[in-house]
């Protein structure tokens, strides 16, 4: 079974750019969470999608938004990127949401670095 | 609001001995506990995690994991450290009322001395 894949793996941008980041999860996983990781902050929660609706978020600006579609695929987008906006972006996958199912598998992260 | 503590954030061990990474934490009900490993330029990959069965558990690559509740620990431990557990490992805390969010650890890095 295919694991989680994030496209681009690497990506370069400039101030004031948007990015959009893709998450494929594991074959029939519905769970998508989006985590960024920095040597400043660590590892962040982002949010979290279940059924193509956002069931958690976590304390980022607004100019970081997500979505879902029907076939559990994810995107994250962020506008107007800061240099604090560079990190490792992390996709992971769980079978359905909620503890009692609780495993997360994660993708390889994108790398963005913005210039 | 749950966190994890992790006490160093660089540990060395010669190949061949005890691994021992301290994770601490804290919750307002009781907890879920996840060790994850993470090799350069990878994500992250779970080791074990503990969901208030078996206090000792067991995870991937010989290593497990202790639930300590009057310590509010979970320290992760391999008997015989090899070259190939070199990387960072994160300990994270979620809670039990179906909430997908992972609150982790600021990481340790684990270097194995040949």
């Known amino acids: 079974k295919a694991g989680v894949t994030q496209t681009p793996r690497y990506l370069i941008k400039t101030r004031g750019q948007q990015v959009t980041l893709s998450c494929s999860p594991i074959?029939?996983?519905?769970?998508v969470s989006w985590y960024q990781q920095t040597p400043g902050q660590g590892l962040q929660f982002l949010f979290e999608?279940?059924?193509?609706?956002?069931?958690n978020k976590g304390n980022f600006p607004g100019r970081f938004s997500g979505r879902q579609f029907s076939n559990s695929r994810s995107e994250m987008n962020v506008s107007t990127l800061e240099l604090g906006d560079s990190a490792l972006y992390l996709c992971?996958?769980?079978?359905?949401?909620?503890?009692?199912?609780?495993?997360?598998?994660f993708g390889p992260g994108t790398r963005l670095t913005v210039t | 609001a749950q966190s994890v503590t992790q006490l160093g954030s660089h540990v060395s061990v010669s190949e061949g001995a005890l691994v021992l990474l301290r994770c601490n934490y804290s919750?307002?009900?009781?907890?879920?506990l996840f060790w994850y490993v993470q090799y350069p330029n990878q994500g992250l990959q779970l080791l074990l995690k503990y969901t208030s069965a078996a206090t000792l558990v067991k995870g991937i690559n010989g290593f497990e994991a202790e639930f300590k509740k009057s310590e509010t620990s979970f320290h992760l431990t391999k008997p015989s450290a090899h070259m190939s557990d070199a990387a960072e490992y994160f300990c994270?805390?979620?809670?039990?009322?179906?909430?997908?969010?992972?609150?982790f650890g600021t990481g340790t890095r684990l270097t194995i001395i040949p």
């Open positions: 999608y279940f059924s193509e609706t956002q069931r």
């Open positions: 994270a805390v979620s809670d039990l009322r179906g909430n997908e969010k992972l609150t």
């Open positions: 074959s029939g996983h519905r769970s």
């Open positions: 992971a996958s769980s079978l359905v949401s909620g503890a009692l199912a609780y495993e997360q598998y």
């Open positions: 919750s307002s009900v009781p907890p879920y």
